[in-house]
């Protein structure tokens, strides 16, 4: 167990702050529900950013930039949208400061008030269907697949670093089609691409499916979504994706003229992944002893750290660490020699196993002899003394092996985490121990509603590769056609 | 000249305003001041980003992300930095709308005000230094490299796309040093990174200086600069990097333990490039014929455009087209084979000069014949008909020479447009006409305010390589030993 880390067990919650705090991914800043990303944090981010801008490049998508504000009187276009949105948000309502007359320093220009009051953007689709209006106008200009990175404010009450915070980072992809069916499939293609990156690049398995009507997001007409499953048993909503219908279209009057001829509302969809994935990345891997990267996404890949007696053996080592940092980096490794003469090797041993680094390599005296190095693996904390030969390939081979084994260790805990349930009572009993419940639901808001009082649980999702399978309500007895999956959830 | 575009000549504002919304760039949104940054146009920054972002990674820095508001206390701490910035500002007052009782749509809660107003950043110092305070204990933590991608809002009443907007997308590198030297060397390092990116990859020659007094940045000790010259003669800013001495620090209480066992102050720099900078890349070299973009920033450096008669010449320039954009892609350029059957190639051709792209490529039947390729170039709008084999070295070269002969084109514009001036009347008839103006100063920020008064014309720098000269001012006669750049500027 690392120094000043809570344990999973102690403290789950306390576990997760400490490990995002001490490994130096983000903390909160002086302004209320809003975080610092520290650097070592947000080069996990950037490392995110990156594969993903280059998935929705791969797929036709092009990025764009719209405004921060959104005017007021926006919101209300879209009925269900502003219920959603608009009420829990950061208001700008004065453009100006001035010095206070009676000396009390600056204070707000009450001359300087905003004819109509500005929202920080929650979520951009009605600026940006304000702006697709005059951007299309025949079938020629559709589909438009743009996608924006962004910062956007949603006023939360309680916050948790990455998990919920008022500001945060995130893309949001809006594209416009000129048929329903077309929107329905790029909604569909972008869940997959999101479900590929959170599998192959987080080592997070998801499952795959769509919202009940309560939980779609405002605004929507189907919303997909990726949901994983954390070690405390808790769900977390990793990405979702909207086919929006012709809602927006519709409140901002965006209409085309199609190959026939006729003039109809454009077909939307929406889709979004935010820096709450570092919050499932931390709380999917991590262990007592700090943070758990996969390769993919870790900063540094391979540590390298000299142990030595004496200044003629540190440089001798710290010699042949430039030269393996080489020979690494030339086969498109991320390497860190950790020369400090200030730290003892047991410190960073420490440190670097706190920050995740997925590969540690140590090189003693004897090992600068026998040709060898200590290689520990972060995953296992298993630690094999190995020749130098071919120690590229061997570390190559090695960072594909622990990208594969956090996988499939996080897909093991969910599998024995999923519970098919039959009757209300083990439901009750299920849900206090965590884990995902495949059960029947009859189909109605006011069960699900019923279920989330008295349990906490909520529909996480109606899988989309289930299986149509007769029964009966968990709740309520009336039949069902297909099991869904409930969870409590971040 | 181009349908639609006003010329230079006739209003350059308007020739500015057209290339910016009609080659795709931006336009204006229905947010008062602030732009919709368009996919041609991002593009353009991304690439801008890029290059900035190693630029800065390969000179030791990190990225890292802070809140977008700052607490309205924090600006009254430091002095001058409070004047220079927190007037002009969007202040958010509240944080949540309901619905109006009456009726009349969504409402901001007036029991929902913030105890403290948040600021939207004009720019961070004061919000990072608050946060350094916990980063720094020891000269073992500096020195800190750290820079942010974001977007800033300024209230300026008068905007214009790029140029000047209430919000714009920048970078602001913020960096802590343990003495006045390592920071003065750093704030010179980021102005050289500045200038060489200016002037290799946007090709646009600048000169390097400090601002004077009266122009330097709000809470800075020595503003560094480069500035370019617009084609109207107008100079324009394009990357400004302050030393910031222990300001900011004292205003924070950011102290650190010396190698020596003392307590001191923390010495600071800060350091930014803007979407601004679009707006010189549009004026330095665009002409009457629409955008011209240098080939290391065009999204697209290539485009081929077919010449047919029938669907069988279609199909064969199309397949020949495609060979083409391989062998062009394999040596890593960025080529578009504009194959829509919907367009005429007359219109195609007018659309790709349009927006810039640096080298055309037009294949007839006859070129099937004889496998040649009519290549057009966007600079100098020459044409030659080339021999088909290693058309991909052949493109190489030329668009390495389109970079140089644009870089070269504007230095020459601004050597013709740079003037010595030793008279008061020489210089008042010299600052209509446009340019730099190269006079002597007697140093005082008075000369300084009443040339700016009677000509409009501003210091833009005192030259960092600029030879000493006895001189008298231009102004007031006093004694100078040294020209400084006068003109009017954006």
Redesign the interface.
Known sequence: MAKDLSTREENYSQWYTDIVTKADLA?N???RG??????YG??IW?RMQAELDKMFKDTGH???????????????KEASH?EGF?????????????NDKNGK??V?DEAARLEE????RPTSET?IW??YRNWIQSY?DLPLL?NQW??V?R?EMRTRLFLRTA?F?WQEGHTAHATREEAVAEAEQMLRVYAAFAEEWMAIPVLRGVKSANERFAGAVETYCIEALMQDGKALQAGTSHFLGQNFAKAFDVQFLSKENKLEYVWATSWGVSTRLMGALVMTHSDDNGLVLPPKLAPIQVVIVPIYRNEEQYQAICDKGREIKQMLEKAGIRVKLDDRD?QKPGFKFNEWEFKGVPVRLAIGPRDLENSTVEVARRDTLEKEVLQMQDIDQKVTHLLSQIQQNLFQKALDFRNSNTFKVDSWEEFKAKIEEGGFIEAHWDGSPETEQAIKEETKATIRLIPLDGQMEEGHCVYSGKPSKQRVVFARAY
């Open positions: 903390e800043s002086a302004v809003c975080m610092v990303i520290k650097p947000y080069a950037e092009q990025n764009a930039y719209f405004p921060l504000f959104i005017p007021k009187s926006f919101f209300s502003v608009a009420k829990e948000c950061a208001v700008v309502t004065h453009y100006r400061l001035k320093g600056i707000v009051e500005l929202i920080v600026i304000d702006t020629r743009i962004a910062n404010v006023w500001e980072l200030t």
